[in-house]
């Protein structure tokens, strides 16, 4: 059996952590195993260690310094010798990761980039590129899940990268009559009302703060309307707090972590995800797939993203009324939901598909150093 190390914060929901978990339910066990090194517990450790995987935690380099960190990751290579395979997700950290499997003499490592930007603290970001140059010397293999997020970590050399479309169940996200009563009775919301939904951390990635901005004006447009928002995060309570100002808590609910986002998308009207920068977003091809029109960000959102008609790109430069004009103008009688699985299947971001790639690669791999 081939073991694989994936490196990453946390197994928590999120759009690697639901690839990962997407690859690994669908994967041949008896024949690849994954295992985790994370530095918290997160949302889907019982799962794993349920499929067999095994999960290893050490403590945050942001909480103990570069120092102590390296120490725990060269003392972590020692007593585990059995990992021939190191695959990275900590985008420019990868370069520490990576250098520090190289030290090991683990022979494949591979580092794969997830974003196509950084965060907005400065101080953070000169320390991360330090790391992100350390990728290129320590990395085997380049992996990433759009051009645009390879022209991010991987500069120069991004060419070189494998291009590992974000595989998701084709078929579980095919829009639902079923489920979108389900929801919608749960959330007693008629089916005449109006919902738009968001699915994503939240973090200043996701910029929340501006969907409330596009949702308070919407709203006036269509009094008939609520925002649905599914996930967790430390700006939870901020955004929280803004929509209690803007007086429109009746209308916004919070749904915190769920692992029915395909009946999620079945009772949705509009998906908006207004992001500052992401390195694909596999939730606007999960949202594609169950037939809603997307609207994101023109320029930070990858272009792959768009799958089908109904994804529009709107620049983060225009204001919350315009993103709202937008939504509203599709804002006619019932638009017909069609089942969009074909498209998404032939546009390569079929699991089955994205796992035949990456078995042939992990086995290859690993009989060139067995």
């Not at 095994?54 to 380099?61: D, V």
């Not at 585990?80 to 395979?85: A, G, L, S, V």
């Not at 960000?297 to 709107?314: G, Q, R």
Request: proline residues 2%.
């Amino acid at each position: 059996m081939i073991r694989i190390l994936h490196v990453l914060g946390g197994m928590n929901q999120g759009g690697t952590e639901n690839f990962l978990m997407n690859l690994y339910r669908n994967i041949d066990r008896e024949k690849i195993q994954f295992d985790f090194l994370v530095n918290r517990k997160g949302f889907f450790d019982e799962e794993i260690e349920k499929m067999g995987g095994r999960i290893y935690y050490i403590p945050a380099l942001q909480k103990v310094g570069q120092i102590v960190y390296t120490k725990k990751l060269d003392d972590f290579f020692k007593q585990h010798k059995e990992y021939k395979i190191v695959h990275s997700h900590l985008n420019k950290v990868s370069g520490l990761i990576l250098e520090r499997a190289q030290k090991a003499n683990i022979p494949t490592r591979i580092a794969h980039s997830h974003n196509s930007q950084s965060g907005r603290n400065l101080v953070v970001n000169i320390y991360k590129n330090y790391l992100g140059k350390k990728i290129l010397k320590n990395a085997t293999h380049l992996f990433a899940c759009s051009d645009l997020a390879a022209e991010y970590l991987f500069k120069e050399r991004s060419k070189e990268a494998i291009i590992i479309k974000n595989g998701i169940e084709t078929e579980k996200f095919a829009y639902s009559e079923e489920k979108r009563k389900k929801i919608r009775d749960e959330l007693k919301i008629k089916e005449k009302s109006t919902i738009i939904g968001n699915v994503a951390r939240f973090s200043e990635q996701k910029n929340h703060t501006f969907l409330i901005d596009i949702f308070y004006e919407y709203q006036k447009k269509n009094p008939n309307s609520y925002l649905v928002l599914v996930g967790k995060g430390a700006l939870e309570e901020k955004i929280k707090n803004k929509v209690k100002k803007l007086d429109i808590e009746s209308k916004v609910k919070f749904l915190g972590i769920r692992t029915d986002t395909d009946y999620l998308y079945s009772a949705f009207d509009y998906f908006v995800f207004p992001s500052l920068f992401e390195g694909l977003g596999i939730v606007l091809i999960e949202a594609q797939v169950s037939g809603l029109k997307c609207f994101t960000s023109d320029m930070v959102v990858p272009k792959d993203a768009k799958i089908t008609d109904n994804l529009k790109f709107i620049p983060l430069c225009k204001d919350s009324k315009y993103w709202a004009e937008c939504i509203y103008d599709l804002n006619v009688a019932k638009i017909q939901r069609e089942n969009q699985t074909e498209n998404v299947k032939r546009a390569g971001y079929d699991v089955n598909d994205v796992l035949h790639k990456l078995e042939l690669f992990y086995n290859d791999c690993y009989e060139n150093v067995t």
